[in-house]
């Protein structure tokens, strides 16, 4: 494709602070009207994945949230395989309720991808169902280990296409990097030797800093000649501040790329919670969060892991969850994108959902990044991209402030500059939040050749976008 050259020339910034928040009559643009969003069965392909973890420990409910996935945009879910919950008896497997999920979800067309994890404890020494649990260790945990992955694979083999081994093992105590090592060896070489064209997504790693444990496994699996065995290394690495991760990702994809450029990099894993402090468990839950930084730091994510080059982000999750005593944190984990009701019910989505929504309606298809952009940033953390899309005119530039949490204030910055392009004719204003569409008028924007000058443009704590109208489809408020 063939890229086009933007050039910032200038950014002048006054500040703007919005007493009442951001909302459509905080702004002076006329409102055009809503992004239409699109389903996963009208996107033929996308980068975003959502989470459907926990399910084989019933700590959320599948058939509770089923009607938003396809919905959502997402064109894949993370799924739980779940071997203690399929094998209760020695030897026998209930696929019933995992068969409903993974239909259902290709229905909607939502491609699973699946982990085989994690161990099953009616076999002496079969490690625990449960995060930072052990692997089977014993000869015949592992012999029952090598004949479920064989049954799960040969199952799913024509519905699956991607398989991930196990879930955070840097953070288990009970297993070092070199017996992992041996366990992804493994597992690799059967779902291989049944399913040859399967991708398997390698590590799940929790923390980004971790590099050295990265390095001892990959040492062993290059002395092993079993690097080819995986195409995709995945990461999660919480961070409150979703910047924050990206030097630490550029560490770890540097690493990958001397065992083996081919390698993916996917962020398998992150969300934040959106309930305050003390009432969420899990990750990040030392911080006040509400639904608005919630849905902030998703969108923060979402465009912060496209921009840095990440092939595919999956936010997590969907649903609330509610752990159960026993795992590694037991209560409620409100990263979800839809509230769960105490029965278990969807309450209603968050505006986190709508967030993503709007996100993958925009950025679906053949996104390619303007790496030629240069950008004078005279602000402190403010973020730029912008992007081309096949088969759509114009362009697409993402802004915002990053370098703190995402909170609730919807204060503002007034931006304007000055951009040399050739492409974007007509510049819409998306808020990604709500998804209104602005027009942007002769105060706000003015073309002079190929200089395009954008004058009093509203930044905030959050990514908004300026794209030609060519990139979306609206309807009425």
Not at 32 to 48: H, N, P, V
Request: charge should be negative; glycine fraction near 8%; include cysteine.
């Amino acid at each position: 494709m063939r890229y086009l050259k933007i050039f910032v020339i200038s950014l002048i910034f006054s500040w703007l602070s919005c007493e009442e928040g951001l909302t459509q009559d905080s702004y002076s643009f006329e409102i055009l009207g809503k992004l239409k969003t699109y389903s996963a069965s009208e996107i033929e392909s996308s980068r975003w994945s959502i989470g459907g973890e926990t399910l084989d420990r019933d700590y959320a409910d599948y058939h509770a949230y089923k009607e938003y996935l396809g919905p959502s945009g997402a064109k894949r879910i993370r799924l739980q395989g779940g071997w203690a919950k399929s094998e209760q008896v020695n030897g026998v497997y209930d696929f019933e309720w995992l068969d409903k999920i993974i239909d259902d979800a290709l229905s909607q067309d939502v491609q699973p991808w699946l982990q085989v994890s994690y161990g099953n404890p009616i076999y002496p020494g079969g490690g625990e169902a449960a995060l930072a649990g052990g692997i089977p260790t014993s000869e015949e945990a592992l012999e029952a280990w090598d004949q479920w992955v064989e049954a799960m694979v040969n199952r799913y083999k024509e519905k699956v296409k991607e398989w991930e081994i196990w879930n955070e093992p840097d953070i288990s105590k009970k297993m070092t990097a070199e017996e992992f090592a041996a366990f992804h060896v493994r597992t690799g070489d059967i779902i291989k030797s049944i399913q040859p064209d399967a991708k398997i997504i390698a590590l799940g790693l929790a923390g980004l800093s971790r590099t050295e444990y990265v390095k001892s496994i990959l040492d062993i699996l290059k002395s092993k000649n079993k690097l080819d065995q995986f195409d995709v290394l995945s990461f999660h690495g919480y961070n409150s501040v979703p910047e924050r991760s990206y030097s630490a990702v550029a560490k770890l994809r540097k690493i990958v790329n001397s065992f083996n450029p081919e390698i993916e990099l996917w962020q398998g894993e992150n969300g934040a919670p959106s309930t305050p402090k003390g009432q969420s468990v899990g990750a990040m839950t030392k911080y006040d969060w509400s639904e608005t930084s919630q849905a902030k730091w998703v969108l923060r994510r979402m465009l912060g892991d496209m921009g840095h080059g990440v092939d595919v982000t999956s936010i997590f999750q969907i649903s609330d969850m509610q752990y159960a005593k026993g795992d590694h944190f037991a209560g409620l984990n409100s990263k979800g994108l839809l509230k769960v009701a105490p029965d278990g019910s969807i309450e209603r989505p968050k505006l986190s959902y709508k967030a993503f929504q709007n996100t993958v309606s925009v950025f679906s298809g053949e996104i390619s990044k303007i790496e030629e952009a240069e950008v004078e940033k005279e602000i402190k953390d403010l973020m730029v991209f912008s992007y081309t899309k096949k088969g759509v005119k114009g362009a697409a530039i993402t802004l915002w402030i990053g370098g703190v949490k995402p909170e609730d204030s919807m204060d503002t910055q007034f931006v304007s500059f000055t951009i040399t392009h050739t492409k974007i004719i007509k510049p819409v204003f998306l808020n990604l939040m709500d998804g209104t569409v602005y027009a942007l008028d002769e105060d706000n924007y003015i073309r002079n050749g190929k200089v395009l000058s954008l004058q009093n443009i509203p930044i905030g704590d959050w990514p908004v976008v300026i794209l030609d109208e060519d990139w979306l489809e609206l309807v009425n408020n």
